[in-house]
């Protein structure tokens, strides 16, 4: 059973396009959810990450958007660029034994 | 620098032999985990452990044991390896402790075929 979903399983957007990532989930007990980044060849790199209580977080050109009633979440790449290729992933953590559950990850490429 | 180490970065296996994969970290988090890549799949929890001495199933177990002797080393082992463990394998530690979340930081992984 897939807990945690996502959608698109590839995306292609324009350089300076904003890409969408989608990802939900299931498990009322999942509060906090990191996002992966990750190059061929290597390991998944933290990306940025929203706690529960919390409906958007922003770091630069990367934007969490959360909503708790419908278990939704969305990774926003604004102004997106080549350097972004890559496959990105969503995570839910269970608040009761701190295990991380994966989706299945989107392949973002970005043409110049 | 936080750093997840493993070790061997790849590795080819026979059929029904033992493999043992290795990691450590050098974070002083309590939390360690390991999980295998395959595509389609995303990531998937093998084992996972909190304490020294102390190892938890993850969503994926069978066929897998783990081992954690310490609080830097987390060990995954195969003892009879099979062709469908054909894949890539993370490890990462988080930290549970302390005010901020902290979302796990993964190693480079290894690449492990069973032939």
Redo the contacts between chains.
């Keep these: 059973q897939q807990q945690v979903r996502q959608s698109p399983q590839s995306l292609t957007v324009w350089e300076g396009e904003t890409a969408i990532l989608n990802c939900s989930y299931e498990n009322s007990a999942f509060d906090y959810f990191p996002w992966y980044q990750q190059f061929p060849g290597e390991g998944p790199a933290l990306l940025i990450s929203i706690l529960s209580v919390s409906n958007k977080k922003e770091d630069g050109r990367f934007t969490i958007f959360f909503n708790k009633r419908e278990k939704k979440l969305s990774l926003h790449i604004a102004d997106s660029q080549p350097g972004d290729s890559a496959t990105y992933f969503c995570a839910a953590r269970n608040t009761g034994n701190y295990k991380y559950v994966f989706g299945a990850g989107t392949r973002l490429k970005v043409i110049a | 620098e936080a750093a997840?180490t493993q070790s061997p970065r790849s590795k080819v296996a026979v059929t029904g032999g033992k493999v043992t994969l290795s990691c450590h970290q050098t974070n002083n988090h309590d939390?360690m985990?390991w999980?295998r890549q395959d595509t389609?799949?995303?990531?998937?929890?093998i084992h996972?452990s909190?304490v020294a001495d102390s190892t938890?199933k993850?969503?994926i177990p069978d066929g897998y044991k783990a081992s954690r002797p310490s609080q830097e080393n987390f060990s995954l082992i195969l003892e009879l390896a099979s062709l469908s463990q054909t894949a890539v394998y993370?490890c990462a530690s988080?930290d549970?402790r302390g005010v901020n979340?902290q979302?796990?930081?993964?190693?480079?992984?290894t690449r492990l075929s069973v032939l």
Aim: zero cysteines; a negative charge; aromatic letters at 26%.
């Design positions: 997840v939390y985990y999980y389609g799949h995303g990531l998937r929890l996972y909190y938890e993850g969503d993370f988080s549970r979340n979302a796990p930081l993964f190693g480079e992984g």
